[in-house]
């Protein structure tokens, strides 16, 4: 196991929702460079999924200091073209936490999208239509590739990367119809099988900042428009592991 004993500050932002003209963000990723070692980013990094918004994402994150990375959203599969936006952005040095998991200063990094489903008693289950099936193995297998790759990490510390949420508690503030479709308990059941230090989602733009996993690893919504309400200043969340 790493047992790197030295403070690691995190920044977290999500649903930048960047367009295609770059320098929207250049000063928001030089301002969290200074004040943390690492940023997450949360998905929705574009608007369309398209590969301009993601060349115009990789521009500005040229004004990013320090390592970075993240997960792609709902938005960034809108066109059908999320494998040329993964590529621009790996080619900025972002590293995809859905390919692989990722060390940094002896803290483990695993991610995926994430996806809906509902929560708790009132999750969707694989029964009727295939189409309900499909949606249900939908969030299933996303579960199950956060797991595998939480599998991978043998660190003492360790951040989860999400877009869709993975409990209510950040939830709060949302219309309760639209609930299901935020995301999926499933997701907080595989990361309480785990020794988890922190997780950051986005996709709730009227949630709330934070909350906890019945096991109470805390849960923080990094969501870029909920940060400019709550920390206009500064709007992304930072914490220290």
Request: with cysteine.
């Given at each position: 196991?790493?047992?790197g004993s ?52 990789a521009s ?182």
């Open positions: 196991m790493s047992t030295s403070r690691l500050r995190i920044a977290a932002i999500g649903d930048l929702h960047v367009h295609e003209q770059a320098g929207a963000f250049k000063s928001v990723f030089s301002e969290a460079s200074k004040h943390a070692d690492i940023l997450a980013l949360c998905g929705d990094l574009t608007q369309l999924g398209v590969p301009a918004e993601a060349e115009a994402l500005d994150l040229g004004a990013c200091s320090i390592p970075v990375v993240g997960v792609l959203g709902n938005h960034d599969y809108q066109s059908g073209r999320a494998t040329e936006v993964r590529k621009i952005l790996q080619a900025a040095k972002m590293v995809l936490l859905e390919e692989e998991s990722f060390e940094y200063q002896g803290v483990g990094f695993a991610g995926v999208k994430g996806f809906c489903g509902g929560f708790n008693r009132n999750m969707l289950t694989s029964f009727g239509e295939d189409a309900i099936k499909q949606f249900v193995s939908e969030s299933v297998n996303e579960a199950l590739r956060l797991e595998n790759s939480l599998r991978t990490l043998n660190t003492d510390r360790t951040i989860v990367v999400l877009h869709y949420a993975p409990i209510t508690g950040t939830l709060q503030g949302e219309p309760l119809e639209i609930f299901p479709f935020l995301g999926s308990s499933r997701l907080a059941e595989t990361i309480d099988l785990f020794d988890v230090t922190a997780v950051f989602h986005g996709h709730a733009h009227r949630g709330i900042c934070e909350g906890r996993t019945n096991k109470g690893v805390p849960v923080y919504n990094c969501c870029y428009e909920l940060m400019q309400r709550v920390t206009p200043s500064r709007p992304f969340t930072v914490i220290e592991v």
